[in-house]
């Protein structure tokens, strides 16, 4: 049972927006930067946003994130087929001490 | 562009303890955290803890004291020891640089990662 909780699944089709959502607690996002990341099949995973909203370098803009009291989400817009893949969720949780995962949500591009 | 490279060995007996080296290339531990982060088959990713290139940790409470992570700067290496390993902690062992206290930063370069099995 992962501390963050993420949809197991979501889909769209090429050129959609597609949200994922991640929701914790007052002890991890309700106070602290969420971290998204993008894991392909058979490879580690990538970092895509960082600080809630902060797109490393080569990240495409298609992908934005927010962040609201307890609650996250990752967007994509413009799916592509190439965006297909496991996306986590990622938070410092204060009580816990450490850092927190989602289950993650395994994207399928129809 | 920095590199990471976990090593050790594939299959572990249980009760015994698990040893990975993980070795930087193209850039240096100086100045930097460092975490450790495993996945068990099919399932989601479990911080296991952190260190400072200083040699300054913080573990994942949930191992219970089983963990101790170690670096040599001298060699640009992070080593893993997990004792008391069971089927459990079968799983891919992934190295990855960042992942400091309380979260200002991302886990921004991953090592490969290592599978490592727990059985007889």
């Known amino acids: 049972q992962s501390v963050l909780t993420q949809p197991p699944s979501a889909s769209g089709t090429p050129g959609q927006r597609v949200t994922i959502s991640c929701s914790g607690s007052?002890?991890?996002?309700?106070?602290?930067?969420v971290f998204w990341y993008q894991q392909l099949p058979g490879a580690a995973p990538k970092v895509v946003l960082q600080?809630?909203?902060q797109r490393p370098s080569g990240v495409p803009d298609r992908f934005s994130g927010s962040k609201s009291g307890t609650s996250a989400s990752l967007a994509i817009s413009g799916l592509r087929s190439e965006d297909e893949a496991t996306y986590h969720c990622?938070?410092?949780?204060?009580?816990?001490?450490?850092?927190?995962f989602g289950g993650g949500t395994q994207l399928t591009v129809l | 562009q920095v590199q990471l490279q976990e090593s050790g060995p594939g299959l572990v007996k249980p009760s015994e303890t698990l040893s990975l080296t993980c070795t930087v290339s193209?850039?240096?531990?100086?100045?930097?955290?460092w975490s450790w982060v495993r996945q068990p088959p099919g399932k989601g990713l479990e911080w296991i803890g952190n260190?400072?290139?200083?040699?300054?940790?913080e573990y994942n409470p949930s191992l219970k004291g089983r963990v101790t992570m170690s670096v040599d700067t001298s060699k640009e290496q992070l080593s893993l020891k997990l004792r008391s390993m069971t089927a459990a902690d079968t799983a891919v062992y992934y190295c990855?640089?960042?992942?400091?206290?309380?979260?200002?930063?991302?886990?921004?370069?991953w090592g490969q990662g290592s599978l490592v099995t727990v059985s007889p």
């Open positions: 990855a640089r960042g992942g400091s206290k309380y979260g200002f930063d991302s886990f921004d370069y």
């Open positions: 193209g850039g240096s531990i100086t100045g930097y955290y």
């Open positions: 260190i400072y290139y200083r040699g300054r940790t």
């Open positions: 007052n002890s991890n996002i309700g106070i602290n930067f």
């Open positions: 600080r809630n909203n």
């Open positions: 990622a938070a410092w949780d204060d009580s816990l001490k450490g850092w927190v």
